[in-house]
């Protein structure tokens, strides 16, 4: 089992920043995991947001790019999420997820509210 736990949440005005982060424990995690974020807007549904392997290169969803980095510190079991130059659509809960071959974890979600 891998336990995701995140952090990093707020109320923050539109333009402005915030880092996400998800600490990931268990015996059975190791770097070889998909790190990924992904979120969820009321009355929508869960949107892929970014993705990292443990190549350490990133991928995001289009409405993100250029805005939003994915990092890991694999030391640290840890996969962050920085958010620049957010904007109200962006609001949502924000879910780390981990995928390995067949397991697929999620943390339990982060809310992140942009004010206009």
């Known amino acids: 089992q891998v336990q995701l736990v995140e952090s990093g949440g707020g109320l923050v005005q539109a333009g402005g920043s915030l880092r996400l982060s998800c600490v990931a424990s268990?015996?059975?995690?190791?770097?070889?995991?998909?790190m990924g974020w992904f979120r969820q807007a009321p009355g929508k549904e869960r949107e892929f947001v970014a993705g990292?392997?443990?190549?350490?290169?990133?991928y995001y969803a289009d409405s993100v790019k250029g805005r939003f980095t994915i990092s890991r510190d694999n030391a640290r079991n840890t996969v962050y999420l920085q958010m620049n130059s957010l904007k109200p659509e962006d609001t949502a809960v924000y879910y780390c997820?981990?995928?390995?071959?067949?397991?697929?974890?999620w943390g339990q979600g982060t809310q992140v509210t942009v004010s206009s």
């Open positions: 997820n981990a995928k390995l071959g067949g397991n697929d974890y």
């Open positions: 268990g015996r059975t995690f190791n770097n070889y995991y998909v």
């Open positions: 990292m392997g443990n190549s350490g290169s990133g």
